[in-house]
């Protein structure tokens, strides 16, 4: 093939690579037709056994003073009734501070903490037999919210902070200062596909535990941990997870214990999967926070010193409570350069089920506070909070953050906010909202544009780290197999698309296998949206180290340079010989001995914190969007719609358009969610009583704005080394609904002009109604 030729073929290569282009889902017709297999839809072998939670129906803290199971196992059906002392290994199910019993025998710290689990022959009767045990507890009265714990004094991780010269003083001689407390709300997961996991004993004490898990090396360890056995006995397997969003990061740990338990004490393979209820009472949450903001600001507005408190209720252990709080002080400054700053966090317990990871993990929360604060200033100082924003923004020699990182693409981000603005056309609608407050006296229209900054990478350094298993079979084919779990955001489908372009084939020779712990060992959890970063660029190097020795073998057995070897459209082109298909060139190759296989290992470059000296570099980059919201208020009611919601949001160069999209759309209706209709309500006594559909409400269809623009921004690419450059998409998304938020705020501001709304999140009919009288009567939040 004469150099010409070479060179079209490598033109063609970019032209037919897989990654750039729109791919659906590789589950979406699966998932359509109702045929993608979850696991509770696994065929159950004969002799399959089921686990129900037992736990005090009434009691939410206290010594427990009797036990009473012997109607529970005289049950029906019931095979094993299990208790604490019946664990071989150690009780605990904790991701790291080993504050987590799997069962309690002694003492209950919350509403539905386990005391023990029934194994029957059908789920039925393992619910049924559970409702039938006699628990006694010496009640203690509890610390619910997060003020009971601020009272007391009670906390599960040592308070932490950011400071930068001394803001107090600072602010004392401002021009203007403002200040704001607010309460932010929690959320639940509200996964379709609920807690589940099935276990399978084998020989020498082996378990291979099935589980919708988003760490399955954490489950692997856990497991191994309560059975007494080494992690190598244990394998755990994920093909997919009917949603996830961070409640299955370490809350799938227990119940996977809890089937694994039940099956070692059977011998036979157990299933356990929490009714709705339970799943709900029993798994932690999204952190609600009470959070105190101050500033002082010049003449202008522009920021001069920033004082931020904030409290999180983090239930009774500490879970991944750490680095979520940790996350929620990096973002406090969302887009903005705090001359002088404190960013405090303490981390209370209270006898409520743990929180844990959602998505975001504490960066919303944090991101929130950012924007309640510009909207306390603009208010303040009579001024469009769109300008307050972006007079605020990092900039040259002002772009280093609270913690000490560089803010290096601050210019991706005003460029990007100028764009929105356009394309929005928000000047005009601001004035036609103004327009329409004045002619109005019970509806009330609000607008709001507000920027996300959020930063890419694990805050705890070592789990940025990922591993890929590659083969190539002698028929062409391509077996991909990493450590990353798919929850229905489609990253099996984009490490398969960087997969075939890599190796030179079409998408359909990928064969896209489950996650399993046997295969890729010691993996991190698909979080902190780092899932394709990390994994993708493993898969990548493992297909990089095949085609180098297929290309070094072509090379020597046709007598050309490397250079005039290359490996495309499922064909080795080659400088003046015949081509070969993939695979006659697979088949040639294993017959000379080539090694067909590789593993690939990747670990993120360039980040290091050092949370002690609260030094480094936590991220290796930051995402950036802008969202453009429009709502309309019945100060009578409290009612709201969103009527019109622009996206504009930054992905690099996207690997699949289809499927960044559709995170971004996901992700904005999730966190509207979060900010305007999933309201947590626990009971004086500690019980959580939004425990279902009927109390808890997530928004629907009739939610979404029926003007809904998302576009991404047209990147040059992230300048990091990540793949093929593009940016994470899996977290950033859910923060661009503050702006619903916001807007809502505009409009009960338009109430009384230069008061700060009173309003709390969620911002619920009863919440808007509420800070509507507030305004009214002049009282500020």
Not at 98 to 121: M, N, R, T, W
Not at 442 to 453: D, Q, S
Not at 565 to 583: A, F, N, R, T
Request: proline share 4%.
């Amino acid at each position: 093939m004469s150099t010409d030729l070479l060179m079209k073929a490598k033109s063609r290569a970019s032209k037919s690579q897989a990654v750039g282009k729109s791919y659906k889902h590789d589950s979406a017709l699966k998932h359509v037709a109702g045929k993608a297999t979850y696991i509770d839809d696994m065929i159950e072998p004969r002799g399959t056994l089921h686990v129900a939670p037992g736990y005090a129906p009434g009691a939410t803290c206290g010594r427990i003073t009797k036990i009473d199971l012997s109607a529970v196992r005289a049950a029906p059906g019931v095979v094993a009734v299990l208790e604490s002392a019946d664990i071989p290994g150690v009780n605990d199910c904790s991701p790291a501070m080993g504050d987590d019993p799997v069962l309690v025998a002694e003492k209950i710290v919350f509403h539905g903490q386990l005391v023990f689990l029934v194994v029957a022959e059908t789920r039925l009767q393992a619910r049924k037999a559970v409702k039938l045990a006699q628990i006694e507890v010496e009640a203690e009265t509890p610390l619910v919210s997060v003020a009971d714990a601020l009272k007391a004094d009670q906390t599960v991780l040592p308070d932490y902070e950011f400071r930068r010269g001394t803001p107090k003083q600072t602010m004392e001689r401002s021009a203007q200062q403002v200040k704001s407390s607010f309460a932010l709300g929690g959320q639940e997961h509200f996964y379709l596909e609920g807690q589940v996991a099935f276990a399978f004993p084998g020989e020498d004490g082996d378990m291979t535990v099935y589980s919708s898990t988003q760490h399955p090396t954490e489950v692997q360890h856990t497991v191994a941990k309560v059975l007494g056995v080494d992690e190598a006995a244990v394998t755990i397997e994920v093909r997919r997870m009917g949603g996830a969003f961070g409640g299955k990061e370490s809350q799938a740990n227990q119940w996977a214990a809890l089937a694994a338990l039940a099956a070692n004490a059977t011998g036979r393979p157990c299933k356990c999967r929490l009714d709705r209820d339970d799943d709900m009472i029993l798994t932690g949450k999204r952190h609600d926070f009470l959070v105190d903001v101050a500033a002082g600001c010049d003449a202008s507005g522009k920021i001069e010193a920033v004082e931020i408190s904030l409290n999180s209720r983090c239930g009774h252990s500490a879970d991944l409570s750490l680095g979520i709080n940790d996350r929620a002080m990096f973002h406090a400054d969302n887009s903005y350069f705090y001359p002088e700053v404190r960013i405090g966090s303490k981390r209370l317990k209270t006898n409520t089920v743990s929180n844990t990871a959602f998505r975001g993990f504490g960066g919303p929360q944090g991101m929130f506070a950012a924007e309640r604060l510009m909207d306390a200033i603009a208010i303040k100082m009579g001024q469009d909070p769109l300008d307050v924003r972006k007079a605020n923004f990092y900039c040259d020699g002002q772009n280093t953050t609270p913690y000490g990182q560089s803010v290096d693409e601050h210019d991706v981000l005003a460029k990007l906010v100028d764009q929105l603005e356009e394309s929005s056309e928000y000047r005009a609608r601001r004035k036609a909202i103004d327009a329409f407050n004045a002619q109005n006296t019970i509806l009330k229209k609000g607008i709001a544009l507000t920027p996300v900054k959020f930063g890419i990478s694990f805050t705890l350094t070592h789990l940025n780290q990922a591993g890929a298993l590659v083969h190539l079979y002698r028929d062409g084919s391509v077996h991909l197999n990493h450590g990353g779990t798919e929850m229905g955001q489609g990253l099996y489908q984009k490490v398969a698309q960087i997969a075939a372009t890599e190796m030179g084939v079409s998408l359909e020779k990928v064969k896209i296998t489950a996650t399993n712990t046997s295969k890729v060992a010691n993996t991190s959890p698909t979080a902190a949206s780092s899932g394709t970063d990390l994994n993708g660029m493993a898969a990548a190097i493992a297909c990089r180290e095949i085609v180098g020795r297929l290309k070094t073998f072509v090379a020597q057995h046709f007598e050309v340079s490397e250079e005039d070897v290359e490996l495309v459209d499922d064909q080795m082109l080659i400088k003046g010989k015949p081509k070969l298909s993939i695979k006659q060139l697979a088949q040639l190759a294993y017959e000379h001995r080539i090694h067909l296989s590789s593993s690939g290992f990747y670990k993120t470059p360039k980040i290091i914190w050092d949370r002690e000296r609260v030094k480094g570099r936590p991220f290796l980059y930051f995402a950036y969007g802008a969202s453009c919201s429009e709502v309309v208020i019945d100060t009578l009611t409290g009612e709201m719609k969103v009527e019109r919601v622009d996206v504009l949001h930054d992905v690099g160069k996207s690997l699949n358009p289809a499927l960044d999209i559709g995170q971004i759309e996901g992700g904005f209706v999730q966190g509207m969610g979060w900010l305007t209709t999933e309201e947590l309500w626990f009971d004086d006594a500690g019980r959580l009583r939004t425990h279902a559909p009927s109390t808890y409400k997530i928004p629907t269809a009739s939610d979404v704005p029926e003007e809904f623009n998302v576009s991404l921004y047209e990147s040059e690419g992230n300048p990091e080394p990540t793949i093929y450059r593009s940016k994470a998409v899996g977290e950033p998304p859910l923060m661009l609904p503050i702006s619903v938020f916001c807007a809502i705020n505009d409009a009960i501001a338009s109430l009384n002009k230069g008061v700060l709304p009173k309003l709390d999140a969620p911002a619920t009919p009863e919440a808007i109604l509420k800070a509507v009288k507030a305004i009214k009567a002049g009282e500020e939040g």
